[in-house]
């Protein structure tokens, strides 16, 4: 359990642990922009190791393009750093870093066909034609595109002009990959073999990849690491497993898939647990945290929607935080179901159970009343 | 039934419909376009007389057949044997194509910051190129007469501040015709250009640079060939009529600027010679849609080659 905790609070990225002093691949310093007054980029830090996949994930507006593109050389920050691989690249205008972009909208060159689009990069190196026309065929091949080398852009199709943008992105072995909402433009089935096709691209090639995106289920499924941002900072940075089970506040809790927070008072408090009533005194949880959180505290509780059980009786495990309510709505998606569960206090508590036995009738119906309960350790501490 | 029968009329008629839309401009190029410049052709293969039209039928019952297509072909000789028409071509050629060059280089960068800026200055800045052609075009001509001549503003300042001694001939060169064509037909230039560059995606500018394009590489390798369509078009918007401009030359060009506008002019009016004028209006047609049916096809072919 105490690991558990420990790990929520990990902080600061996992630089390789045997020798911390080791320097990161990448290091953003204090990084800010700056619109006419406007923080788009607030006092960034960040470190990402050689060969990692990260991901960048907040709504619109929160900073996280302006950081890509800072990153690109496409803006010029007002204050902070970046090195790259020990030197310092901050003033290095885009046509001289050794990193490549794939845009949002792809950006192809809509008068050139797939293989000058791809062949652009190496073009401007003076890379021998002989050498580019080779590098071309091979990076074509590897994204499964050798036939469309003379199409122009407008005769692809989405997935097609996507792996023309990374093709593009990657022929001149980048020291790192930016990707501005990669899959965004796909459709949902292709989206998700895309996604398994990028991480194995990427780890075939080992080049380091940062992600930016709004869209959390493309983070998780993508990156090792991912930062949340909001308003140009950072709110917590971790793995998908971090951020999902032990997120740091009410932003990244409610922003990563559904979660149920209930308002609690503290009543009573040790060093790693808190009592608590909730659902308006009526009822009294037990949680675990790490936070400084005295008696007499307001604080949120969050619970996944899967880590709650429902049931017509009461469970007998004590140690189970359990309400009672009625079943408001119920949603069958074959593979899962959901409940909307109303409390006594009327909040909606929403439920995701798996239906792991095939029948007919379910367990619970419209209208039944019913028990919800889950464990001391699924609930999630919120401050703020 | 009754329904199904009057959906069918509906039908019909939308269809009729579309069938008038598309012939309205077919039928209105035919009158206007197509049967004037039947006139003229066929003006161009009879003789001058002294008479009320003046120039002779077209089909002479006594002459034979080869008698009159050799007959008939005169004007056309005649100019192909006299320097001046050739001349007068070729300069019209030449101004057109240089002014359309200095219109290009005038008129991109312009086109281009107009359409990077803000949607409130790009109104004003719109409004700016469009206001001129509210006055005279007539006038605003007469008005670089005066701005020009040996005693006109240019000149009188100059004298003034003592940068010369004794005023420049600009008024009756070349330079002022060139002048006069730029300034006239620049709005010609800029506006595809704009509707052209306000539509480009910065985001291509963005990924040439990210691959290692320098800033001027980017302009050639991608702003240019992406904007190439509005270039043509605002060329040829440009090209065309200033290859037949009578006004500008005749009123700020010098003796020696002689365009084919003022020959055809000549032709018709000082020597009333119908046929001869026709033909030269004939020739001037061929020569401005010649290049522009060759660039036509060479356009569908590129687009077939990419489908």
């Known amino acids: 359990m105490d690991a558990n905790h420990k790990m929520s609070n990990t902080r600061e990225p996992q630089v390789s642990d045997s020798n911390s002093n080791v320097q990161s691949f990448i290091q953003i310093k204090a990084l800010s922009k700056e619109f006419n007054g406007f923080k788009a980029v607030d006092q960034i830090n960040l470190d990402i190791n050689k060969g990692e996949l990260f991901a960048i994930l907040g709504g619109s507006g929160c900073g996280k393009s302006t950081l890509l593109r800072m990153l690109a050389g496409l803006e010029t920050p007002s204050s902070g750093k970046i090195l790259l691989d020990g030197e310092d690249i901050t003033e290095w205008p885009a046509y001289e870093r050794p990193i490549n972009m794939m845009f949002q909208s792809y950006a192809l060159f809509p008068h050139m066909t797939v293989e000058k689009n791809v062949a652009y990069g190496l073009q401007k190196e003076k890379i021998p034609q002989s050498e580019i026309d080779q590098r071309v065929k091979n990076i074509l091949d590897l994204v499964q595109l050798g036939t469309f080398s003379k199409r122009k852009p407008d005769r692809l199709s989405g997935g097609e002009k996507q792996r023309v943008a990374l093709a593009r992105a990657l022929i001149k072995?980048?020291?790192?990959?930016?990707?501005?909402?990669?899959?965004?433009?796909?459709?949902?089935?292709?989206?998700?073999?895309?996604?398994?096709?990028?991480?194995?691209?990427?780890?075939?090639?080992?080049?380091?990849?940062?992600?930016?995106?709004?869209?959390?289920?493309?983070?998780?499924?993508?990156?090792?690491?991912?930062?949340?941002?909001?308003?140009?900072?950072?709110?917590?940075?971790?793995?998908?497993?971090?951020?999902?089970?032990?997120?740091?506040?009410?932003?990244?809790?409610?922003?990563?898939?559904?979660?149920?927070?209930?308002?609690?008072?503290?009543?009573?408090?040790?060093?790693?647990?808190?009592?608590?009533?909730f659902d308006q005194s009526e009822l009294t949880l037990k949680a675990y945290t790490d936070k400084t959180i005295n008696i007499g505290d307001k604080v949120g509780i969050a619970v996944r929607p899967e880590k709650i059980s429902i049931s017509k009786d009461l469970p007998e495990d004590s140690n189970l935080t359990t309400s009672k309510g009625i079943v408001w709505d119920l949603a069958y998606y074959g593979n899962h179901s959901?409940?909307?569960?109303?409390?006594?206090?009327g909040q909606i508590v929403q439920v995701s159970t798996q239906n792991q036995k095939r029948s007919s009738d379910h367990l619970v119906e419209w209208n039944d009343e019913v028990y919800l309960s889950w464990e001391q350790n699924s609930s999630i501490v919120l401050l703020d | 039934?009754?329904?199904?029968?009057?959906?069918?009329?509906?039908?019909?008629?939308?269809?009729?419909?579309?069938?008038?839309?598309?012939?309205?401009?077919?039928?209105?190029?035919?009158?206007?376009?197509?049967?004037?410049?039947?006139?003229?052709?066929?003006?161009?293969?009879?003789?001058?007389?002294?008479?009320?039209?003046?120039?002779?039928?077209?089909?002479?019952?006594?002459?034979?057949?080869?008698?009159?297509?050799?007959?008939?072909?005169?004007?056309?000789?005649?100019?192909?044997?006299?320097?001046?028409?050739?001349?007068s071509y070729l300069r019209s050629i030449k101004v057109a194509f240089i002014s359309t060059i200095c219109c290009l280089l005038l008129g991109y960068p312009m086109a281009y910051y107009i359409a990077q800026s803000a949607p409130t200055k790009r109104n004003v800045l719109l409004m700016l190129i469009i206001l001129p052609f509210w006055t005279s075009f007539l006038l605003r001509v007469y008005a670089w007469m005066g701005i020009l001549s040996t005693n006109g503003i240019i000149n009188s300042v100059f004298l003034w501040i003592g940068v010369i001694d004794e005023p420049i001939q600009m008024l009756y060169t070349n330079f002022a015709v060139y002048l006069g064509i730029v300034y006239t037909y620049l709005p010609f230039m800029i506006l595809p250009l704009y509707a052209n560059l306000e539509r480009l995606d910065l985001n291509l500018h963005d990924a040439a640079a990210d691959l290692g394009g320098k800033p001027l590489q980017v302009f050639w390798d991608i702003t240019l060939p992406v904007s190439l369509p509005g270039v043509i078009a605002g060329s040829l918007l440009v090209f065309i009529p200033a290859m037949g401009e009578f006004v500008i030359p005749a009123l700020l060009g010098g003796l020696d600027s002689l365009m084919i506008g003022r020959t055809l002019y000549d032709e018709f009016f000082v020597n009333r010679d119908w046929p001869l004028a026709s033909a030269v209006a004939s020739i001037l047609l061929l020569i401005l849609v010649l290049p522009m049916v060759l660039f036509q096809r060479n356009q569908a072919k590129s687009a077939e080659e990419t489908s």
């Open chain 1, 338 to 345: 959901i409940y909307r569960v109303k409390t006594e206090s």
């Open chain 2, 1 to 87: 039934m009754a329904e199904s029968m009057t959906n069918h009329q509906q039908a019909f008629g939308d269809l009729l419909w579309r069938r008038i839309v598309i012939v309205l401009p077919y039928l209105w190029l035919i009158l206007f376009f197509l049967v004037p410049f039947a006139i003229v052709f066929k003006i161009s293969f009879s003789d001058p007389i002294v008479a009320q039209p003046p120039f002779t039928p077209l089909f002479d019952q006594s002459q034979s057949f080869l008698n009159w297509f050799q007959g008939s072909l005169n004007n056309y000789l005649f100019l192909l044997e006299d320097n001046l028409y050739w001349v």
């Open chain 1, 173 to 277: 072995n980048p020291k790192l990959l930016l990707l501005d909402e990669p899959l965004a433009a796909l459709d949902k089935k292709l989206r998700e073999q895309t996604q398994f096709e990028l991480i194995k691209l990427q780890e075939e090639l080992g080049v380091t990849f940062i992600v930016v995106t709004h869209d959390q289920e493309e983070a998780m499924t993508l990156a090792s690491r991912i930062a949340v941002m909001k308003a140009g900072k950072f709110v917590q940075i971790g793995s998908p497993t971090e951020i999902y089970e032990y997120p740091k506040n009410r932003f990244v809790a409610d922003f990563f898939g559904a979660i149920n927070i209930f308002d609690a008072l503290v009543i009573d408090q040790d060093d790693t647990q808190i009592t608590a009533t």
